[in-house]
């Protein structure tokens, strides 16, 4: 376990290898588990804001689930998360001609019609993090969809701390990032 400011960060974030391959997963994770995506407070009302732009996006039963429960809703956790389709699709999904699922707000961002990414939880899957009352835990969550990411990852010689570089900064900051990857090569 490692310790950055008020996290507690898994070792797994070092020692495991991880890069997605969606040509391998098509994008399950969007569809798998027991509940949506977490969201924070503020990304609720984000997504209700994008929502008339990402509208024709998502699929007929993604719609009727929004128009009756909202974008988002607290699961058995009280956790907040994205709503989601039949017990298992995200509703802000949606499928390319190849049958990959994507992220309608994703892309309507590549589109350059809105400037949201996706809520920072999906940026920095398989990572999540969880607040307790004096700290936050940062821990890989791993399940067998996500294998073929792993052996990527070991082929390319790619961390799961490296592969999500990007969204890790954005939800901890710069130097945040050093002090993990300064942990990573030995040098704290």
């Known amino acids: 376990m490692i ?10 974030l070092i020692d495991c290898y991880f890069y997605c391959d969606l040509s391998k997963c098509k994008g399950i994770c969007c569809v ?16 209700k804001n994008i929502l008339p732009v990402i509208w024709h996006d998502l699929s007929p039963e993604a719609q009727f689930v929004i128009n009756k429960q909202g974008v988002g809703y607290r699961d058995r956790e009280n956790d907040l998360v994205t709503s989601i389709v039949n ?33 920072i939880s999906c940026r920095l899957y398989p990572v999540r993090v969880k607040q307790f009352k004096y700290y936050r835990a940062v821990n890989y969550y791993r399940w067998d969809i996500c294998r073929s990411a792993e ?9 799961l701390y490296q592969f999500l570089r990007k969204p890790l900064i954005e939800r901890f900051g710069e130097e945040w990032y050093q002090a993990l990857d300064m942990h990573a090569k030995g040098d704290f």
């Open 151 to 159: 052996i990527s990852g070991k082929q390319k010689q790619i961390r």
């Open 32 to 47: 798998e588990g027991e509940s949506g995506a977490p969201l924070e407070r503020e990304e609720l009302q984000i997504l």
């Open 3 to 12: 310790q950055i400011e008020d996290t507690l960060i898994s070792n797994d």
């Open 87 to 119: 017990g298992k699709n995200c509703v802000f999904t949606c499928y390319d001609a190849g049958g990959f699922c994507k992220c309608a707000i994703e892309k309507a961002n590549d589109e350059g019609r809105i400037s949201f990414v996706k809520p």
